[in-house]
């Protein structure tokens, strides 16, 4: 074990939590600095992509992971700044402005869905979220004056003090917002608001009993995280540069809830670590499946199989490849082992990967695992 | 004016009266302990003082203020903490922190400063990081820092509860059952805390306690309750001398 000897209180809890943690963060920014150089035009676009849904993520960590709030209507949010935007900017209103008044926006509504969690936990909140959803998508769908309906809306490409960006100029927009979002959340969570969220997902009794205002710090992080997530939304929005309401359906709400379960709650890193693993299954799953009939082929033809049972081998696999839903379910597993084998997500994992170099050779396969209790964090 | 006092207090849960008629004063400095059988209505009258409940009559009066229909939270902002009879720390975070949580009521930033970090709230956290440290020493538990809760023994966590309701910077603590679930160790280094933040941190001390060795050994008085009923109240040795107090007890 390494013990840092500190100095003074200043520094108890510093940005980074060593020097070497601040290089390499150094070099992760010197890489996604350079990126449009480096990367093909697709390659930059899914880390747009990327960065949206960390967004999304690092906003329903606050929520979820630290508050302990559940939302699965997180969609909806994204919905509203969306939309926000793209009549912000019809109206010709500057980005600097409904960038972040998307958020503000947002988060406004996300107080007022807050409202309700002051009564509702676990699965009913969970249910209020989803209706707060629909709720937001038929309304998106029949206030034609304004959204289009279903028709959708189309946004010009975005324009910062009159000069148009272009994909490399929004890809470092994106980067911009998303490092601010992610110091804002770690301002917040290492302050007395994070305390007081902290607080209340562990024990409410003991949060009001400490003088947390409960009420008032269940509706701070309903609307923080939504004010969040509409910035993503204005992010998004402009992305795909057309928006309509299918794109803001259940399962996307359930792809950002994927995000933390994925990443991991604990830590920031895990929205980030969720949002990469989100965004970048599809494409190699795509992969996967073009290789799969090849090798399947270079598999039969190994074992020396006749003719027919190749045929019907093929036949079958590519069924199975092609099938409709394949994604959803192999997602479903993905989540289910998840959650059983590391609810840590793919941020505990890392920190393992990270202690067993740390400690090598000592490294033990029982030291990773965590204590056994009898208390009542054992009960949960 | 009394330093804290319990009028009449009553609460009733459908048919069941739990606290029934209650009413004493606490001194400022004393040490006051009640005790009580099991379900003699001890935790719901702490429950009451320190609002998780709602008491159906009565009147509960600190330092002149009627703080009978303050919320939780407000009352731990006038300076009354507690402590839980089944330990209710944050149990996924670290000792410190635990810790930190206790200096809410000291905290005066609002979430967009936090949000900014100015200069304000380094002081702030600074000013915490300092007060907690202070309690640690006095408790001994530096050495738990930056431990998870979750990984430290009963004993210890029992410790920090208390650690924690000293942040609040209370006038008047209440301590449910400090000594269950310890040893006998532990439950005297317990009674040692108890006398040292009594008497040198200048902290009024309410208690419901089982442990008599203990009681006799902290308390300048006792209440006995039986069935949410005051029975006697006075001195340690007075109570347990009670005719009525040994027949709760005995069952005679």
């Known amino acids: ?380 | 004016m009394t330093f804290f006092d319990v009028k009449n207090l009553t609460v009733k849960f459908g048919g069941l009266t739990a606290v029934d008629d209650v009413s004493f004063g606490l001194n400022e400095g004393e040490v006051f302990t009640i005790i009580g059988p099991n379900g003699a209505g001890k935790t719901t009258l702490f429950n009451l003082i320190s609002r998780l409940y709602t008491p159906s009559a009565g009147q509960i009066i600190f330092r002149g203020e009627d703080v009978t229909r303050l919320s939780a939270q407000q009352i731990a902002g006038r300076g009354i903490a507690r402590t839980f009879q089944n330990i209710e720390l944050f149990e996924s975070a670290s000792t410190l922190q635990n810790l930190l949580v206790g200096r809410h009521r000291h905290s005066t930033t609002r979430p967009w400063q936090d949000i900014l970090r100015t200069k304000k709230v380094r002081e702030e956290e600074v000013a915490h990081r300092r007060a907690a440290e202070e309690v640690m020493d006095v408790l001994r538990l530096q050495r738990y820092r930056d431990t998870t809760i979750g990984a430290l023994p009963y004993g210890v966590r029992k410790v920090i509860e208390v650690a924690r309701a000293l942040c609040v910077g209370p006038t008047l603590l209440l301590l449910d059952e400090p000594s269950s679930g310890l040893n006998v160790e532990e439950t005297n280094a317990m009674a040692e805390w108890i006398l040292e933040i009594n008497r040198r941190l200048r902290v009024t001390v309410l208690m419901v306690e089982h442990d008599m060795s203990l009681v006799s050994r902290v308390s300048d008085r006792v209440l006995a309750l039986n069935y949410g009923k005051m029975m006697a109240i006075g001195t340690s040795a007075e109570v347990q001398g009670h005719p009525d107090v040994i027949a709760a007890y005995l069952g005679a």
């Open chain 1, 1 to 380: 074990m390494v013990h840092r000897v500190r100095t003074d209180y200043g520094d108890s809890d510093p940005l980074f939590p060593s020097k070497a943690a601040a290089f390499w963060y150094a070099v992760l920014m010197a890489g996604l600095l350079a990126a449009p150089y480096l990367l093909e035009s697709y390659y930059l676009s899914q880390l747009v992509f990327i960065m949206i849904y960390a967004i999304v993520g690092v906003a329903l960590n606050i929520l979820s992971g630290q508050a302990g709030q559940v939302s699965i209507g997180h969609a909806a949010f994204l919905a509203i700044g969306a939309y926000f935007t793209a009549v912000a900017q019809k109206y010709g209103v500057p980005l600097v402005l409904y960038l972040p008044l998307a958020g503000v926006f947002t988060g406004i509504a996300g107080y007022l869905v807050g409202l309700p969690a002051l009564r509702l936990h676990g699965i009913y909140l969970a249910i209020a979220t989803l209706a707060f959803a629909f709720i937001v998508e038929e309304i998106i769908a029949r206030w034609e004056s304004v959204t289009h309906g279903n028709e959708g809306l189309m946004l010009p490409p975005p324009s910062l003090f009159g000069w148009k960006l272009g994909s490399e100029s929004f890809y470092y927009l994106c980067l911009l917002v998303t490092v601010l979002v992610i110091l804002a959340a770690i301002n917040i969570i290492r302050s007395s608001t994070g305390r007081s969220f902290m607080a209340i997902r562990d024990s409410e009794t003991a949060a009001r009993s400490m003088g947390i205002d409960t009420a008032r710090y269940k509706t701070t992080a309903f609307a923080l995280s939504a004010g969040i997530t509409g910035i993503a939304g204005a992010l998004y929005a402009h992305k795909m540069s057309f928006i309509s309401p299918e794109m803001f359906s259940l399962a996307v709400s359930i792809d950002f809830v994927m995000i933390i379960i994925i990443g991991g709650m604990v830590s920031l890193r895990g929205a980030v670590f969720g949002a990469i693993f989100m965004i970048m299954a599809d494409p190699l799953l795509i992969i996967l499946k073009d290789r799969i009939p090849s090798l399947t082929e270079a598999l039969t033809h190994a074992l020396f199989l006749p003719d027919a049972a190749t045929q019907a081998i093929q036949a079958g696999v590519l069924r199975v490849v092609n099938a409709p839903g394949l994604k959803s379910l192999i997602f479903g597993i993905i989540i289910i082992v998840f959650i059983i084998y590391e609810p840590m997500g793919l941020d505990g994992r890392w920190l393992r990967v990270k202690a067993y170099f740390k400690q090598f050779p000592l490294a033990r396969q029982r030291s990773a695992r965590p204590p056994r209790m009898f208390l009542k964090s054992e009960r949960r």
